[in-house]
C-alpha cells in the first residue's frame, strides 16, 4: 500500500452532507405524513367544508369574503343609478337646449327691421329716412 494523505476535514464534510441529506428525506416524509387531510379543494367537492370545525376556524375569511361581495353588489346598483341620473340630466339638458333655440329664433323673429316698422306704424311713428348724425363736443380742459 502506498502512502496516501487523507483530508480529516473533507471526509467529515462529506459525512455530515450525507447526515443532512438523510435527515431532509426523513422530515419529507414525516411532513407528508402529517398533513391532517384532503386539500381544500377536496374538501368544497365533498362537502367538508360545511362542517362545524371548518367553519369556525375560517370565520373571519368567510365574513372578509361576503363583505367583498356586498361591495361588489352595491357598486353595481350605484354604477346604474348613477348611469340613470346621467341620462335623465342629459335629457333635461336637451329640452333646455332646444328650447333656448326656439325662444332665440322666435326673438329674432319679432324684432326684424320691417316688423318693428309694421308695428310701429299704428303709433304713428315712422322710420327716419335721413341717416343719423352724431354730434360731438370738445370739452375744454380747466385747468
Known amino acids: 500500500m ?49 362542517t362545524k370545525e371548518f367553519m369556525l376556524k375560517n370565520l373571519n375569511f368567510i365574513f372578509f369574503i361576503m363583505f367583498l361581495l ?11 343609478k348613477l348611469s340613470a341620473d346621467v341620462q335623465k340630466t342629459q335629457r333635461e339638458l336637451d329640452e333646455a337646449t332646444s328650447d333656448y333655440f326656439e325662444a332665440k329664433a322666435e ?9 318693428l316698422v309694421q308695428k310701429l306704424e299704428q303709433t304713428g311713428l315712422k322710420e327716419t329716412v335721413n341717416p343719423t348724425k352724431v354730434i360731438r363736443v370738445k370739452k375744454e380742459e380747466q385747468e
Open 2 to 50: 502506498e502512502n496516501e494523505f487523507i483530508d480529516r476535514a473533507m471526509q467529515d464534510a462529506k459525512e455530515t452532507e450525507k447526515k443532512k441529506t438523510a435527515a431532509k428525506k426523513a422530515s419529507r416524509n414525516s411532513s407528508k405524513k402529517k398533513s391532517k387531510g384532503p386539500s381544500t379543494f377536496v374538501q368544497i367537492l365533498n362537502g367538508d367544508f360545511l
Open 70 to 80: 356586498l361591495l361588489v353588489v352595491g357598486k353595481g346598483y350605484y354604477g346604474k
Open 107 to 115: 326673438l329674432e323673429e319679432k324684432t326684424r327691421r320691417t316688423e
